[in-house]
């Protein structure tokens, strides 16, 4: 194999494991699937991933990762009015919430046991968006624009709101005017706080 060859193969193999694994989870799909997905043989995501788990593993710390949102909502949330910086971060988070994170299959490591590992991943980074939030909070509350409340259970409230559409579309399919949702949202959130 060609050092070229090497980035483009392993691309491959993560993009076809990733579908996969995304819909059917670990149990569910074989070397042999992804192999014929990828138009690749077995020794070859041995050699790149080193086993199954390997693969697996390589899927989550790609799939699982909020990363770039949590970088759009730190930045949505430094707005100097607090109502322009909630507004910018309830938008933020309903029309980017990077919604594969939660492709039930990246979670499932055997048929009926939750994936730890998955799990805390994505715990992690939800623990961090709310951090990002309460700041927020604190600073319009600093500022007179919100009444003195405790800040994590505000953001519980908020947050609460918001995962309630997202999760509504990933679970059940159900869509929303996320546009006036935002808007209803921000203003009752505002008025709540005042």
């Known amino acids: 194999m060609q050092a070229e060859e090497h980035p483009a193969t392993a691309e491959k193999i993560l ?6 694994f995304a819909a059917r989870g670990f149990a569910n799909v074989s070397v042999r699937d992804i192999c014929k997905d990828a138009e690749t043989t ?9 086993s199954k788990k390997g693969l697996f593993d390589a899927v989550v710390r790609r799939q699982i990762s909020m990363q770039d949102f949590i970088g759009k909502l730190s930045h ?12 910018s971060f309830i938008s933020t988070y309903l029309t980017t919430f990077p919604e594969h994170t939660f492709d039930m299959g990246l979670y499932m490591r055997d048929s009926a046991t939750l994936d730890k590992q998955s799990a805390e991943r994505v715990s992690e980074d939800l623990e961090k968006i709310k951090g990002i939030a309460a700041m927020m909070v604190e600073r319009a509350m600093t ?3 919100f009444r003195r409340t405790d800040s994590v259970l505000a ?3 908020l947050l609460g709101m918001l995962n309630r559409v997202i999760f509504q579309h990933i679970h059940f399919a159900k869509s929303q005017d ?3 949702y935002s808007r209803f949202v ?7 706080m005042k």
């Open 143 to 145: 500022r007179g624009f």
């Open 42 to 50: 077995a020794p070859v995501i041995y050699y790149y991933y080193g």
């Open 76 to 87: 949505a949330s430094k707005a100097a009015d607090p109502r322009d910086g909630l507004e």
């Open 178 to 180: 996320r546009g006036a």
């Open 186 to 192: 921000t203003d009752f959130f505002f008025r709540a």
């Open 155 to 157: 953001v519980d409230c």
């Open 15 to 20: 993009q076809a494991a990733s579908r996969m």
